[in-house]
């Protein structure tokens, strides 16, 4: 994308594994003979053709009608005409090209166009986040360090079980914590001659037989790292619950059996009850509105309860979920819902309503690290970017050590301030 003073900005779009029936489209081309259908030749088209030519011409500092153009060349709700993956690109570029135009980080532009969104909110604790002159907010790291689920080749049922390392006073201090658990849990592993092989998101991907496994394996890890489970590291975790929901059931194929929609809920709190989790995302399927209910009634108010396949990143979605008492957070992917206005929409709606806000990847990722700016620009205070391994998950990582060192003394860490709902 280039702009008439010479700037320019480029993008680069990721993929899901799971994902929601109701998110944005990505196309794909379908030909067997390249890539096994999965070639963007169409969507690279459809950039250099269709959406140009509904862009060309409109002020880049106008993200709104830049992306409101894109979305009208389209014509669909979902984008599946010209596809989400070639809109977002699009919508991402110019938002890099306005940044280098105006000679300011990214972070800072993003922070710009929040606040011009969001008029009268503001970021959390007062200014703009991350606008001039005003605190710059990193986001505690959620860290996929065990993978299972459509991530790995195992017998996990769950997707993620995630560190969260939120009891440092800085997020350097908190990466290296997760790093260092990270690696201790490699060890473990190692020790007890389970494969430590990777899945999709750079988390290991043991063969436990057993999903709690996990959870109790990430315990040992924290303790054998010098850290406090709960205090210093704590857990979260993302069943990805409409993958195995089969006829009102929950199937844990893994572990021979099926559960209904409370019996699965009381898994979730007895396990709550005896291990560090703090946040449960997608615990449930996205049809399944009772059983989200019932999880909010009985889990709301001690743990953070994310929406991500419940929602798709749709600030519509997110409303009619919080009118109805489904949820206390909602995950965000620019990807899912297909233009950078309608995520910052989403994040609006979601602080409006007290709501957390937590920017994430895709395990289909690139090395593009604009979900870190926008995790810092949006003041969301928490972000999920994988395990500290892999360079498309690493460079998230490094671009906000380099947001916190460049920011200096303004910079701030929330911690458990983030989880705004576990206060």
């Known amino acids: 994308m280039a702009l008439e003073d010479g700037s320019s900005g480029t993008a680069k779009v990721p993929a899901g594994a799971s994902t929601g029936s109701r998110e944005a489209r990505e196309l794909r081309d379908g030909d067997p003979s390249r890539y096994g ?20 011409g409109l002020p880049a500092e106008d993200q709104e009608a830049v992306d409101r153009a894109l979305r009208e060349a389209d014509g669909t709700r979902d984008k599946s005409r010209l596809g989400a993956n070639a809109i977002v690109g699009v919508s991402l570029a110019v938002a890099r090209a306005q940044a280098a135009s105006a000679g300011t980080p990214l972070h800072r532009h993003l922070a710009g166009l929040f606040a011009r969104t969001a008029p009268g909110e503001g970021a959390p604790d007062g200014g703009a986040a991350g606008g001039p002159g005003g605190r710059v907010r990193l986001p505690v790291p959620l860290m ?11 017998r996990l049922d769950f997707q993620e079980f995630m560190l969260v390392p939120w009891g440092f006073p800085t997020f350097a201090e908190a990466l290296r914590a997760g790093v260092e658990v990270y690696h201790a849990l490699g060890r473990l592993l190692s020790e007890y001659g389970l494969a430590a092989g990777v899945g999709d998101e750079g988390g290991f991907a043991p063969p436990f037989s057993r999903n709690l496994e996990a959870v109790e394996v990430l315990v040992w890890a924290i303790e054998r790292a010098g850290y406090r489970p709960g205090d210093e590291v704590a857990l979260a975790l993302d069943p990805a619950a409409s993958v195995f929901y089969r006829d009102g059931r929950y199937v844990l194929a893994g572990e021979g059996r099926a559960l209904d929609s409370g019996e699965l809920v009381d898994l979730y709190e ?7 989790i703090v946040s449960i995302e997608d615990g449930l399927a996205e049809d399944d509105r ?12 001690r743990l953070q309860l994310v929406g991500d396949d419940l929602f798709v990143t749709d600030p519509e979605l997110v409303r009619r979920g919080a009118e109805d008492g489904l949820a206390n957070a909602v995950l965000v992917k620019v990807n899912q819902v297909g233009t950078l206005s309608e995520a910052l929409a989403t994040i609006r709606t979601a602080r409006r309503f007290g709501w957390a806000a937590i920017v994430s990847h895709r395990s289909g990722e690139t090395d593009d690290t604009t979900i870190a ?10 972000i999920k970017a994988g395990a500290p391994a892999r360079g498309e998950r690493v460079a998230k990582y490094n671009r906000l050590l380099a947001i916190e060192r460049e920011a200096g003394p303004t910079a701030e860490f929330p911690g458990r301030d983030a989880f705004a ?3």
Not at 144 to 151: E, F, L, R
Not at 290 to 301: F, I, Y
Not at 373 to 382: E, H, I, N, R, T
């Open 290 to 301: 009772e059983g989200w209910r019932e999880l909010a009634r009985r889990l709301g108010r």
């Open 144 to 154: 996929n360090v065990v993978n299972g689920g459509s991530h790995a080749p195992n």
């Open 270 to 276: 007895d396990w709550a009850s005896r291990h560090p």
């Open 421 to 423: 709902v576990l206060q």
């Open 373 to 382: 700016d926008l995790a810092v620009g949006a003041g969301c205070g928490q």
């Open 37 to 56: 259908g999965r070639g963007v030749q169409k969507a690279v088209a459809h950039v250099e053709g269709e959406l140009a030519r509904a862009v060309v």
